[in-house]
T-cell receptor
């Protein structure tokens, strides 16, 4: 049973518009969440994170929102650029998963069209 | 340059032939981990290590072994590979366990 789910396997957005990637989790003990970005033939790279004591974290064009009551987080990219085209993974940590460190979602492939 | 290296990058082998995928990091990180990536399943953790000589199972450890004799190295061993271990493998390291640095990946095919 996947504890972290990304229900949209792919998303297509026009350059300059907003990209919104969603992630849901089931384990209420998760207390730290991260987004990773992955280009083809490369390993994932860390993008942005958020602690459960916050509901928003912003870094340049990237903002992560956390809704603990809904067990939902989202990544907003504004404005989207063609170079943002990649697979995005959300990950969670905490609770009895602490020793295991990170549980990843299945990924969402973002395509930003020029 | 801070990096995690994996070798080989690509490997095709046959069922039952033992293989080792090496992983090395130059960031003096205590935490290292192995993942496999399969379509729709994201990255699933195989094994992790909190420090030298300390290893523990992740979500999908069956069929794999690891060792951590030195801080910088964390090899993944498949004693008797099977076709269901065909996958893309990533090694990662971290100082905290959260913001992990990943290697470039090893694509393994077992026939």
């Amino acid at each position: 049973d996947q504890q972290v789910k990304q229900n949209s396997p792919s998303l297509s957005v026009q350059e300059g518009r907003i990209s919104i990637l969603n992630c849901d989790y089931t384990n209420s003990m998760f207390d730290y969440f991260l987004w990773y970005k992955k280009y083809p033939a490369e390993g994932p790279t860390f993008l942005i994170s958020i602690s459960s004591i916050k509901d928003k974290n912003e870094d340049g064009r990237f903002t992560v929102f956390l809704n603990k009551s809904a067990k939902h987080l989202s990544l907003h990219i504004v404005p989207s650029q063609p170079g943002d085209s990649a697979v995005y993974f959300c990950a969670a940590s905490g609770g009895d998963n602490a020793g295991n460190m990170l549980t990843f979602g299945g990924g969402t492939r973002l395509m930003v069209k020029p | 340059e801070a990096q995690v290296t994996q070798n080989p990058r690509y490997l095709i082998t046959v069922t039952g032939k033992k293989l080792t995928v090496t992983c090395s990091q130059n960031m003096n990180h205590e935490y290292m981990s192995w993942y496999r990536q399969d379509p729709g399943l994201g990255l699933r953790q195989i094994y992790y290590s909190m420090n030298v000589e300390v290893t523990d199972k992740g979500d999908v450890p069956e069929g794999y072994k690891v060792s951590r004799k030195e801080k910088r190295n964390f090899p993944l061993i498949l004693e008797s590979p099977s076709p269901n271990q065909t996958s893309l493998y990533f090694c990662a390291s971290s100082s905290s366990g959260f913001e992990q640095y990943f290697g470039p990946g090893t694509r393994l095919t077992v026939t």
